[in-house]
């Protein structure tokens, strides 16, 4: 059973850091690019980066390119998120997901998700 | 960047009913497209990729279709656990973006 455990959420200042973690398991994590989704409160989705399975590719939107940096850790099956000078609309959870096709380099759905971690962020 | 449009925003139909929920892309996205459920509460979980391919454990009464820039997921036989938020997904290119998501109801 595919399981996808996010940690490290909380309150954060405006301007501050914070890095996420996400615990994988249930599936060879290096075989897949993994990816981190945020909701802001009662809102929709939003892709907030894509990292390849080996780690040397990294995709973000325009809304966090440059603050934020996502990054792997296959052998301890871990994927992170590092959050830099974080602002009130970075509030919202945080998901880990598990894209659907293994080693492809093309973007694709996201299979697997995780529960989630709140982050908010707020003086 | 890829525009997604979904309607309807919220939607209340009666058990056994059929509704569909559609999605209009800003531009052809060759059938990179996915449909997930979020139930109040929960993390999103994945119906449909590829427009129509049913992601395994998901009942049949759920489906997909269309191409280019128009996609429809379809509920039949309306049951009370499908209460949830539906929302489309666009993975043709980056940035990957969702549509605004539709509320279902029961009535």
């Known amino acids: 059973e595919v399981q996808l455990v996010e940690s490290g959420g909380g309150l954060v200042q405006p301007g501050r850091s914070l890095k996420l973690s996400c615990a994988a398991s249930g599936f060879t994590f290096s075989s897949f690019p993994m990816a981190w989704v945020r909701q802001a409160p009662k809102k929709g989705l939003e892709w907030v980066a894509s990292i390849s399975s080996g780690g040397g590719g990294t995709y973000y939107p325009d809304s966090v390119k440059g603050r934020f940096t996502i990054s792997r850790d296959n052998a301890k099956s871990t994927l992170y998120l590092q959050m830099d000078s974080l602002r009130s609309e970075d509030t919202a959870s945080y998901y880990c997901?598990?894209?659907?096709?293994?080693?492809?380099?093309?973007?694709?759905?996201?299979?697997?998700w995780g529960q989630g971690t709140l982050v908010t962020v707020s003086s | 960047d890829i525009r997604m449009t979904q309607s309807p925003a919220s939607l209340s139909a009666s058990l056994g009913e059929t509704v569909n929920i559609e999605c209009l892309a800003s531009e052809d996205i060759y059938s990179d497209l996915a449909w997930y459920q979020q139930k109040p509460g929960k993390s999103p979980q994945l119906l449909i990729y590829n427009a129509n391919s049913l992601q395994n454990g998901v009942p049949s009464r759920f489906s997909g279709s269309g191409s280019g820039t128009q996609y429809s997921l379809k509920i039949n036989s309306l049951q009370s656990e499908d209460v949830a938020t539906y929302f489309c997904q666009q993975y043709n290119n980056y940035p990957l973006t969702f549509g605004s998501g539709t509320k279902l109801e029961i009535k």
């Open positions: 997901a598990r894209h659907g096709i293994p080693g492809y380099k093309t973007p694709s759905w996201f299979a697997y």
